[in-house]
């Protein structure tokens, strides 16, 4: 196994995460297989019980994983499908020692930082490698490690070491490391500033890992006398000192780093030239063209929670981005706190809830996204009964769709205290109850995880033409309320009809509203399945209904056109 370890330095937030996915994109686009892995220090077990204002979004995997948003970049950009082992924690790793060390393996012993927990981060590092991610059989050739956060932070010393003894126990053949650092510019002086990259390489190489590539962050291209500077205070040559300066789109980092031939530089260090091919990224330059070149947009108004923080939403974003594209559109959104949405905000903040109420009546469509716990629900509501009444195209993913379950029932069957459990335990109509699996008092990995099948229980809607046809889909989940299965007859008899149900009958996956141009609700994150060139088939229709376009795509759909 051949591994490459991707570093961080100077600040937090540089985009390793990206930096690494397009390392492995161009090594895929050798022809080699790759595999990836992310390191969080942080003491948590999974990013399951952390909130997204902390750390980002939490990414679902099919094997029920709550990771980091980093290996969202992963699955998008390789097209892997990675499982929960691929993120390693401090916690898990302690876990795992501590049961080891209570079951008497290490008796007798004194057990240490080192050797055991760097025994162990070993261990995990060289099994995980070797899972297949890519639908083949046997492990890949190559796998990119990112190790989160900063050198020099306390919480990752025990990885720095382990990764030490790592690249010493597989030798320089096997081993390459790519630190990411900042080269920033003092606004008075004008001048790129080397030395916290220089700090930075000092810390490492004291470390005892000494870097094979820069890869350095800015907002301009790095001029040729900084990379001289670089080179020569950090021991790298200046072929290896990549400039990963500002782009247009993400997508064009894999193409920043071909033309500087950092394939070369890594499959040189690897020793894997003779087997390697010169990368194709045809494809890949084409997305990246098209993205620039987008013109016309659709205004689109996302209604949540975490607004204030766009990582939160992450897999969304990109889910709306993948079918923007397909449609040749550049997505707008605008971000509506749904508590500006609500009557006692005109009070509070009569400006927020005027501007908040004009950018969804300016919008095309509507999306309320998963979320937890009761702030803002009230102007989600308030959303979706503004979509459904004014035909504006709706989608609510999770909470968004128990969301139009709950503003149905107040709007429509007239029951006006119906509610979810979760925000009120007393409401006469329990419309969105908590899972009978459940527990009430343990929060990580006790919801619905990972891909569960839904079975489509009619041909004759939206959602089940634009999966094409198919008698069920596989789609992620998370989620700890449902739709109550005792108030379906009611619902059904008005009008929203639930048209994709779980295995069991009981669990309401997929509603709509047929006499609405697209009111769609998930109760799984289609939004973590999708890819940039195969955009999830319920976002695409939401784009589609929000610009017109929806049936005169199913009509050619099946017309076989």
């Not at 930096?19 to 892995?37: F, H, M």
């Not at 060390?101 to 025994?119: F, S």
């Not at 080269?183 to 004291?206: C, D, F, I, N, W």
Request: aromatic share 6%; hydrophobic share 40%.
């Amino acid at each position: 196994m051949k591994y490459v370890l991707v570093t961080g330095g100077v600040v937090s937030g540089l985009g390793k995460g990206v930096t690494a996915s397009s390392i492995g994109l161009v090594l895929k686009a050798c022809g080699l297989r790759v595999t990836s892995i992310k390191i969080d220090p942080y003491l948590n077990m999974d990013a399951g019980t952390m909130s997204p204002f902390e750390h980002g979004e939490v990414f679902v995997l099919d094997d029920g994983g709550e990771v980091d948003l980093d290996l969202g970049n992963y699955e998008r950009f390789l097209d892997l499908t990675l499982t929960r082992e691929n993120n390693i924690t401090t916690g898990k790793i302690y876990q795992s020692v501590l049961e080891k060390e209570r079951r008497g393996d290490y008796l007798g012993k004194t057990v240490q930082v080192v050797p055991h927990i760097t025994d162990a981060i070993k261990n995990h590092i060289e099994s995980v490698a070797t899972i297949p991610v890519d639908g083949q059989e046997g492990p890949a050739d190559v796998c990119v490690i990112e190790l989160g956060g900063t050198v020099g932070d306390i919480e990752s010393m025990p990885f720095i070491e382990a990764l030490r003894q790592l690249s010493f126990s597989v030798g320089p053949d096997n081993f390459c490391l790519i630190h990411v650092s900042l080269v920033p510019v003092l606004g008075v002086v004008g001048e790129q500033k080397t030395k916290p990259t220089q700090h930075s390489v000092r810390e490492l190489r004291a470390l005892g890992l000494t870097p094979h590539l820069l890869a350095c962050r800015s907002a301009q291209p790095i001029l040729d006398n900084t990379k001289e500077k670089l080179s020569q205070f950090c021991h790298v040559p200046a072929g290896n000192i990549l400039n990963v300066h500002d782009v247009p789109n993400i997508w064009h980092v894999p193409l920043l780093l071909r033309n500087q031939n950092a394939h070369l530089s890594i499959l040189k260090q690897l020793n894997l030239l003779r087997i390697a091919a010169a990368p194709d990224l045809r494809d890949w330059t084409n997305l990246a063209a098209t993205h620039d070149n987008l013109t016309n947009s659709v205004k689109i108004a996302m209604v949540g929670k975490y607004v204030g923080l766009t990582d939160s939403y992450l897999s969304v974003v990109k889910a709306l981005l993948h079918a923007c594209i397909a449609c040749s559109l550049k997505p707008s959104i605008d971000w509506i706190a749904a508590s500006d949405l609500e009557d006692e905000s005109s009070k509070s903040t009569p400006e927020a809830h005027a501007a908040a109420w004009e950018a969804l009546r300016k919008a095309s469509c509507v999306l309320v996204p998963g979320g937890f716990g009761d702030r803002g629900v009230k102007g989600m509501i308030l959303a979706a009964k503004y979509a459904r009444e004014n035909k504006v195209p709706y989608f609510g993913i999770c909470l968004g769709m128990q969301i139009s379950v709950i503003e149905f029932a107040r709007s429509v069957l007239g029951w006006e205290k119906a509610n979810s459990t979760e925000f009120d335990d007393a409401t006469p109509n329990p419309v969105v109850i908590f899972m009978p699996e459940g527990s009430k008092t343990h929060m990580g990995s006790t919801m619905r995880l990972g891909s569960r099948r839904t079975l489509f229980q009619t041909a004759d809607c939206i959602t089940s033409r634009m999966y094409h046809n198919s008698a069920h889909v596989d789609e992620r989940h998370r989620h700890r309320y449902e739709v109550n299965p005792e108030f379906i007859g009611a619902f059904e008899e008005a009008g929203l009809k639930f048209v994709g149900k779980d295995e069991t009958g009981n669990r309401m996956e997929i509603l709509e509203l047929p006499s609405h141009p697209f009111y769609v609700g998930v109760q799984f994150h289609p939004e973590f399945k999708s890819r940039p060139r195969r955009p999830s088939p319920v976002f695409l229709g939401f784009i589609l209904a929000a610009t017109g376009q929806l049936n005169l795509y199913l009509e050619k759909q099946q017309n076989g056109s």
